[in-house]
């Protein structure tokens, strides 16, 4: 059974950097996609950034670009979002998800998810 836990959450000023991690466990995730989504209060779900297990591709949406970094370590079956100069707008529920494939940036297409990490960014 795959499980994804996501960790590292929290309240940050503008301006400040989190790491989120996303363990992965249940199945061997070779040929696989890791990716971040968000949801806002009142908001659609939205992608963040993704990368494929081997770490051949990445994608990011445009509003974060230059700021997130996402990246992952085999050895430990972890996908880590590290996000850097964070604003009010980046506050939501951030959660991982898996599908097996390419980096995809729509929620439909991934198959696991996790049960979330509440960022706060405070202005």
């Given amino acids: 059974q795959v499980q994804l836990v996501e960790s590292g959450g929290g309240l940050v000023q503008a301006g400040g950097s989190l790491r989120l ?11 696989f996609a890791i ?6 209060p009142g908001k659609e779900r939205e992608f963040v950034a ?7 591709a990445i994608r ?3 509003s974060v670009k ?6 992952g370590d085999n050895a430990k079956n972890t996908v880590y979002l590290q996000m850097n100069s964070l604003k009010p707008e980046d506050t939501a529920v951030y959660y991982c998800a898996a599908r097996p494939g390419g980096p995809l940036p729509h929620v439909g297409r991934y198959d696991y998810w996790g049960q979330g990490t509440q960022v706060t960014v405070s202005s």
């Fill in 21 to 31: 991690s996303c363990a992965a466990s249940g199945r061997t995730f070779a040929h």
């Fill in 35 to 40: 990716a971040w989504f968000r949801q806002a």
């Fill in 50 to 56: 993704a990368i494929t297990w081997s770490g051949a």
């Fill in 60 to 62: 990011y949406t445009d």
């Fill in 66 to 71: 230059g700021r997130f970094t996402i990246s």
